[in-house]
């Protein structure tokens, strides 16, 4: 089991930038799919970012590719998102997610693959 917990975000201007983290805490050594996902009020979940434990493969959204990165740190057990010219359209709760993995380059881009979600931080970009 893990526990995710996310953190970085605010109000920022448009054309500005953030960084999100997620630290992960789990109980046994395991390896786990990461994902970042976001939803506006009124609007579904979607998918933004996902990255295997390897960090060999990542997904992105079409609508943040190129300005979103995503990273993580095995060390730390931590994944990161940095934002990078930020749009208003980009406002929304932005959650975490992770998924058990036998595949140390597995990466999943569907809601539905991902069984451990954080509380979520948001971000608001303003005009």
């Known amino acids: 089991q893990v526990q995710l917990v996310e953190s970085g975000g605010g109000l920022v201007q448009a054309g500005g930038s953030l960084r999100l983290s997620c630290a992960a805490s789990?109980?046994?050594?395991?390896?786990?799919?990461m994902g970042w996902f976001r939803q506006a009020p009124g609007s579904e979940r979607e998918f933004v970012a996902a990255i295997s434990w390897n960090g060999v493969r990542r997904y992105y959204a079409d609508s943040v590719k190129g300005r979103f990165t995503i990273s993580i740190d095995n060390g730390k057990d931590t994944v990161y998102l940095q934002m990078n010219t930020l749009k208003p359209e980009d406002t929304a709760a932005y959650y975490c997610?992770?998924?058990?993995?036998?595949?140390?380059?597995?990466?999943?881009?569907?809601?539905?693959?991902?069984?451990?979600w954080g509380q979520g931080t948001q971000v608001t970009v303003s005009s």
């Open positions: 997610a992770a998924v058990r993995t036998a595949l140390v380059d597995s990466a999943y881009v569907r809601r539905q693959e991902y069984n451990y």
């Open positions: 789990r109980r046994t050594f395991s390896v786990y799919a």
